[in-house]
């Protein structure tokens, strides 16, 4: 098993700060997930790296996926309400039959007014 | 795009019934469907991963017989909670892998919270 450490576990930031979020690993994963749930609803798909060393940004987020693709970084600018949320970073091992996703523990993200 | 639904949304049924809980992606095929089994303030736990036309294949500790899996279609995959007991009370989301996205990219549904009085 293919463990994905996640931290912080909880982060509570007031609004317009930023915030990063950790996801690493001792095993490298062909790919990696960052998704965000609300409560009682199902994760969202925030975006997938797949290359070494990648950075994508949507909107106030960016996110990088380490050159030995084992750890991942989730960083959020001037954080609004809205952020709030359970962040999990979800990584697919290498020689994967079914593309079966290792998720770390999630971060817990509250960001007041 | 990319949608997928789950049915019931929430169900509360007595020990020792049995509950079944469909997963339908409505806009893509999906050749495998994932079952994540979640407990408050937790992360997703795999349960079993679900192939068309196929048994499922259950993860280790997972009751094959207890939770039994069917994926009859390229949209729907069900899972049935059989003899259910307070314990398997818990929040059950699926997920589908679109065959023609990534091969990790897995779609959630919204989930069912299932109570076991």
């Known amino acids: 098993t293919q463990l994905l450490e996640q931290s912080p576990q909880f982060l509570s930031i007031q609004e317009g700060e930023n915030l990063t979020v950790y996801c690493n690993s001792s095993s490298v994963f062909s ?28 909107k106030r987020l960016t996110f990088q ?29 290498e020689r994967d039959s079914w593309g079966k996703l290792q998720f770390g523990a999630g971060t817990q993200v509250v960001v007041t007014p | 795009g990319a949608v997928v639904s789950q049915h019931p949304s ?12 469909e997963c339908r992606s409505l806009d893509f095929q999906a050749t495998t469907m994932f079952w994540y089994r979640q407990f408050p303030k937790q992360s997703l ?10 048994k499922a294949t259950y993860e280790q ?43 990790y990219e897995q779609y959630f549904g919204p989930g069912t919270r299932l109570t076991v009085t």
């Open chain 1, 31 to 58: 790919s990696l997930q960052w998704y965000r749930q609300e409560p009682g609803e199902g994760p969202v798909l925030l975006v997938t790296v797949v290359t070494g060393g990648e950075v994508k940004k949507l």
């Open chain 2, 45 to 54: 736990m795999l349960m079993a991963t679900s192939n068309e036309g196929s």
């Open chain 2, 10 to 21: 929430w169900v509360i049924c007595k020990s020792g019934t049995s509950v079944k809980i």
């Open chain 1, 65 to 93: 996926f380490g050159d030995a693709r084992k750890d991942s970084s989730l960083h959020i600018t001037a954080a609004q309400p809205g952020d709030t949320g359970l962040y999990l970073c979800a990584g697919g091992a």
């Open chain 2, 61 to 103: 500790g997972v009751e094959k017989d207890k939770f039994l899996i069917n994926h009859a279609s390229l949209t729907l995959s069900t899972l049935t909670v059989t003899s259910a007991h307070p314990e398997d009370s818990s929040f059950y989301i699926c997920s589908a892998r679109d065959r023609l996205a990534g091969f």
